[in-house]
């Protein structure tokens, strides 16, 4: 079985500080690592993609990949109070077209 | 920017009735998903769709289950007869290359079987 893991939270960050974010995967094999954003009653809002080692930056968001300890993290920098939804890790396993998900992470941005 | 639609946004249903929920993909794009999240629980994957055949579909999608792209326009996820644990959002995707570069999600259809 092919696990996604996030800590569900709720994790709270002050306005303006940094929210970090963490996922692990079973599947050594997963090639393709998202990010996605869910408010309540809404559906997924792809935020950001990484496929290689290191850090891709977007804006405020900053995906981190380590394959070899099979995390992936997303950093928001200068968290605002729209930030505030359920973050949601998700895998594309190799020579599958589908996505696995994780729980999410219920994050709160507080002013 | 284009949107992935779906309709209804909200079905009532009894259980053992068929429902048929209906999305739009975006116009270029070649693959085609349903995905559903039970409320309060991870979204799951129930089929991909690619070039009028399944092409992958997890153990959710059993043979209560069908899609069909009837118009080459709409995508549809049919459940013949539904079960009161049917009841969440599914949500339809679409994606234009098979390679991974994260889907479009529809606005979703909440399904209340009662």
């Known amino acids: 079985q092919k696990e996604v893991e996030q800590n569900s939270g709720p994790l709270s960050v002050p306005e303006g500080a940094i929210a970090s974010l963490n996922c692990t995967y079973s599947d050594r094999g997963s090639q393709s690592f998202f990010w996605y954003r869910q408010y309540s009653g809404k559906s997924p809002e792809l935020i950001m993609f990484i496929y290689s080692n290191g850090d891709k930056e977007d804006g405020r968001f900053t995906a981190q990949l380590n394959k070899a300890s099979q995390y992936v993290s997303l950093l928001i920098r200068d968290s605002q109070p729209s930030d505030s939804a359920t973050y949601l890790c998700a895998v594309g396993i190799q020579g599958a077209q589908k996505l696995v998900f994780g729980q999410g992470t219920r994050l709160t941005i507080n002013p | 920017e284009p949107e992935v639609t779906q309709t209804p946004s909200h079905q009532v249903t009894q259980m053992g009735q068929e429902v048929i929920l209906r999305c739009v993909p975006i116009?270029?794009?070649?693959?085609f998903y349903w995905y559903r999240q039970i409320l309060g629980q991870k979204v799951e994957f129930l089929v991909s769709f690619y070039n009028n055949e399944i092409s992958e579909k997890s153990e959710i999608f059993d043979d209560q289950f069908s899609v069909e792209r009837p118009d080459g326009s709409n995508f549809t996820l049919k459940i013949r007869s539904t079960k009161l644990e049917d009841s969440a959002m599914y949500f339809c995707?679409?994606?234009?290359?098979?390679?991974?570069?994260?889907?479009?999600f529809g606005s979703g259809t909440r399904l209340t079987v009662v």
């Open positions: 995707a679409s994606s234009l290359a098979r390679e991974n570069y994260g889907y479009t």
């Open positions: 116009s270029n794009h070649l693959y």
